[in-house]
């Protein structure tokens, strides 16, 4: 089954940009999303397509994704940001199509 | 602005079926442009997928959970269902529902209930 590869935790300072990524196999051939989930809350969707904001994400958070890792990127990191950060893909490489998600990475504000 | 909304037990036995239900506003479930899923999250854990449905009855399943799990569709109540049977502790979770969108192997779920957490416990 595909596996997603994420760092648990990366730290940043106010105002400096946070990178998050995403490991797969040949990911850049899938189209990757992104959710935030804040403690206590359900995930929200801030990344879908690779890099496509919904309606209402801040510009600060931008995606790509190439070769064999996806990266969520936050500008201008701001201390409301701090909160677990999934990707997810479909993976359609095996016999049953699966929805896949990586493990998860805690953003830490410092 | 469609929201989901989880409903169910918060305690269940062991070996016993766990059973909830989700119910769908600003939206249908009848839509056939979604279907409608069951993600879980373990106490300080990470998200796994359960499964979807269509509104014809479509389903798709995890293969890990697949032999337990049952998702189901009320049009006429604007809501899905899910069974979990033979739960053990290991099922204690975060249970949400919500709705898949995108299109053609670029699924994403774009809407999410509060969740409701289950224990499994007797």
């Known amino acids: 089954s595909y596996v997603l590869t994420q760092p648990p935790s990366v730290s940043v300072a106010p105002g400096k940009t946070a990178r998050i990524t995403c490991g797969g196999n040949?990911?850049?051939?899938?189209?990757v999303h992104w959710y935030q989930q804040k403690p206590g809350q359900a995930p929200v969707l801030v990344i879908y397509y690779d890099s496509d904001r919904p309606s209402g994400i801040p510009e600060r958070f931008s995606g790509s994704n190439s070769g064999n890792t996806a990266t969520l990127t936050i500008s201008r990191v701001e201390a409301g940001d701090e909160a677990d950060y999934y990707c997810q893909v479909w993976d359609s490489s095996s016999d049953h199509p699966n929805v896949v998600f990586g493990g998860g990475t805690k953003l830490t504000v410092l | 602005q469609v929201q989901l909304q989880e409903s169910g037990p918060g305690l269940v036995k062991p070996s016993e079926t766990l059973s909830l239900t989700c119910t769908v506003s600003?939206?249908?479930?009848?839509?056939?442009?979604?279907?409608w899923s069951w993600i879980r999250q373990p106490p300080g854990k990470g998200l796994e997928w359960i499964g979807y449905?269509?509104?014809?009855?479509?389903?798709n399943y995890n293969p890990s959970l697949k032999s337990r799990v049952t998702i189901s569709v009320d049009t006429s109540k604007n809501q899905f269902s899910l069974k979990l049977s033979s739960v053990t502790a290991a099922d204690t979770a975060v249970y949400y529902c919500a709705r898949r969108a995108g299109t053609t192997e670029a699924y994403y779920f774009d809407y999410w209930g509060q969740g409701t957490l289950v224990t499994v416990s007797s």
């Open positions: 040949n990911i850049g051939s899938k189209s």
């Open positions: 600003g939206g249908s479930v009848s839509s056939g442009s979604y279907y």
């Open positions: 449905i269509y509104y014809s009855g479509s389903t």
